[in-house]
């Protein structure tokens, strides 16, 4: 009975593993597609208008050109939020943002150093400063994945006793 019952509750927490599994965006073509999601800092009344990614040319970002929107490529705004998605590349890019005051800001140059990038955007008077949040995705996908591999082999394990017993028995 207690086997069984030990049988049930592991089956029930690997199912629950394989369900919780975070689910990413499925493209069909082959090649990175870095996400950007931009979280803003925003003075009480301004809203954002409109953004641009802007991709700078030279080292120290003073020429910059704005992100084609190809695809799934670009920066879609809300009122208080941006999100974007980019083809692979290892220029320095800037935020330009249109906000409810009329006033077009400027970022500071950032990297897109992996595909899932969080950042967080200062609204100042005249600029915006983005800074990239620590990713944690990596090491919660693999703590899960520790868990369900060692869920598997606890079942496996459970299965070959019971099958032992089995034999010893008859």
């Known amino acids: 009975m207690f086997r069984k ?25 082959i090649g990175p597609k870095p996400t950007l999601d931009f979280q803003f800092t925003l003075p009480e009344g301004l809203t954002i208008v409109d953004g641009e990614l802007l991709v700078c040319q030279d080292e120290a970002c003073t020429a910059t050109e704005p992100l084609l929107e190809v695809g799934p490529q670009g920066l879609t705004c809300q009122p208080y939020s941006c999100e974007g998605m980019i083809y692979g590349t290892n220029h ?10 009329g006033v077009t800001r400027l970022s500071n140059p950032f990297e897109v150093p992996s595909n899932q990038n969080v950042y967080t955007v200062e609204v100042r008077e005249t600029d915006l400063v983005v800074e990239r949040q ?6 919660i996908l693999l703590l899960l994945a520790v868990l369900c591999i060692g869920m598997v082999l606890l079942v496996g394990v459970l299965l070959v006793g019971r099958r032992l017993a089995k034999r010893k028995n008859a």
Do not use: E, Y
């Open 134 to 139: 620590a990713n944690a995705t990596p090491l």
């Open 5 to 29: 019952n030990l049988f049930h509750l592991i089956a029930i927490i690997l199912f629950l593993c394989l369900i919780f599994l975070p689910n990413g965006r499925a493209a069909a073509d």
């Open 92 to 101: 320095p890019m800037r935020l330009q943002v249109t906000f409810s005051d």
